[in-house]
């Protein structure tokens, strides 16, 4: 598929405010089918379409089922059985996790303590990505035994065996590693505690602790006491949030095309929200309402003003805000580029680590578009202006999906056209971007090819 992207016409469209739905957060949504699955309840997850759900989520669906857990999808709903701990089959061929770090580093944490062996693969983007450091800590430290391939990548082979207690000290502030060092603490008898150098997101130990698991935080060590019995049966309805991340593409398109625009349900996690504050501290005009909390998770209807903000003033972002704003860092260095000054991003090396090296890749498109930019080792530094008019020209994204939607964001201030080559790469987080993304500056602004 491929996008083009047309530049805006003279004639303003009607000021209308428009209300959006998001796909559901993917990094809850996996943690439920996870952690759902190890107890023993009945988990029915509401969902708009199946067709709707992001791709990472479905090759974690396919990954457990593969385990021996009955997941039932329907119209409306995801109703999951969990089969409790220890209690998963061995899978009769190799668990293809697509294009999710998530599902792949959730699952080594999972399979590590079962009593069988297994194997997980991954699209290209997955295997080039890093598995090693994980595999190391839960073998040295958790006494795991898992090998990965040649310079540490995927297939990764996990052999199960029984679990010791440990204290886990990790090299990064990683929501991914943190979590499955965590999970595989459930399947040993006694404490794993895991140190972190800055908080990242928590909603591994959140969703621990909904389930009735003994976890607790303090500063930026987790500790968790694996549980004697996590089999109470009980009918859950878990009403996943919308995912924040993707909240972001569209406030930002609110704001560059001045719209106001309303998203409902959208998860405002203390350690997610950090980019929100960043921009509002920046100009931008929202308003935060219908605060609720479910299994710990806080959600709020989010209206954007865009027709009033005016992001203009440099970000300030703290080497402490990194971990908190790591899949955001994309679409606030599109937006950097029309604030006044200089916005730097250091200690953010990980992002050479994602999908794509998202440093290299996000100077090379910025750099094309007319944007000012210097790459440094860990993260780069942009000098803003708010005259900025990117360029026309063909966006760079190497299969990355918040590479694509931070420039197509970017670019909607071009006043030439811009276009996307295999534009369906956002499907694995966002499967409807550009239906919504039309919905804010107009249908007739992008054609599909």
């Known amino acids: 598929m491929k996008i083009e992207i047309l530049p805006q016409g003279m004639k303003e469209r009607n000021t209308s405010v428009q209300v959006l739905s998001l796909p559901p957060d993917k ?18 997850i509401p969902i708009s379409a199946i067709e709707d759900l992001p791709i990472d989520i479905i090759s974690t669906i396919l990954a457990m089922q593969s385990l021996g857990v009955p997941i039932e999808i329907s119209r409306s709903e995801i109703e999951l059985q969990g089969v409790g701990i220890g209690n998963y089959h061995e899978p009769k061929h190799q668990l293809n996790c697509g294009n999710s770090g998530t599902t792949a580093r959730l699952l080594m944490g999972l399979l590590c303590g079962q009593k069988f062996s297994s194997k997980l693969t991954g699209d290209s983007s997955l295997s080039s990505r890093p598995m090693k450091r994980l595999a190391d800590l839960l073998n040295n430290e958790l006494g795991s035994d898992i090998t990965t ?7 990764v082979t996990i052999n199960g ?3 010791h207690p440990g204290e886990v000290l990790l090299p990064v502030a990683s929501a991914q590693m943190k979590s499955a060092l965590l999970i595989a603490g459930l399947h040993m008898n006694g404490r794993v505690l895991v140190t972190e150098p800055q908080q990242s997101r928590d909603h591994t130990e959140k969703m621990l602790a909904a389930f009735g698991i003994e976890i607790y935080s303090e500063n930026t060590t987790t500790t968790l006491t694996s549980p004697q019995h996590f089999d109470i049966q009980r009918e859950i309805t878990y009403n996943v949030p919308s995912d924040i991340s993707s909240a972001g593409f569209l406030i930002a398109a609110a704001v560059i095309a001045r719209k106001n625009i309303i998203l409902k349900n959208v998860g405002i996690n203390l350690t997610r929200k950090k980019f929100l504050d960043i921009l509002i501290a920046s100009g931008l005009e929202i308003e ?6 479910e299994f710990g998770e806080e959600r709020a209807t989010l209206e954007i003003f865009g027709v009033e903000s005016k992001i203009s003033r440099r970000f300030e972002v703290r080497i402490e805000d990194i971990p908190k704003i790591i899949d955001e860092i994309p679409l606030l260095a599109a937006l950097a580029c029309f604030c006044n000054g200089q916005t730097v991003i250091s200690n953010a090396g990980e992002l050479r680590n994602k999908e794509s090296d998202r440093i290299s890749l996000l100077v090379k498109n910025l750099t094309a578009f007319g944007a000012l930019v210097k790459e440094t080792e860990d993260g780069f530094t942009i000098f803003g202006d708010e005259k900025f008019i990117p360029k026309g020209g063909a966006i760079e994204h190497y299969g ?3 590479i694509a939607m931070a420039m197509a964001v970017m670019t909607l201030k071009s006043k030439e056209s811009v276009t996307i080559s295999d534009a369906e790469v956002v499907s694995v987080s966002y499967p409807n971007f550009y239906r919504d993304l039309a919905l804010i500056i107009g249908k007739e602004r992008i054609n599909i090819s």
């Open 27 to 44: 990094s809850i949504f996996h943690r439920l089918l996870i952690i759902g699955s190890l107890s023993r309840s009945t988990i029915r």
């Open 149 to 155: 391939a040649p310079e540490g990548k995927m297939p």
């Open 400 to 402: 990355d999906h918040r």
């Open 161 to 163: 065996k029984d679990l």
């Open 288 to 293: 935060i309402s219908s605060l609720k909390e």
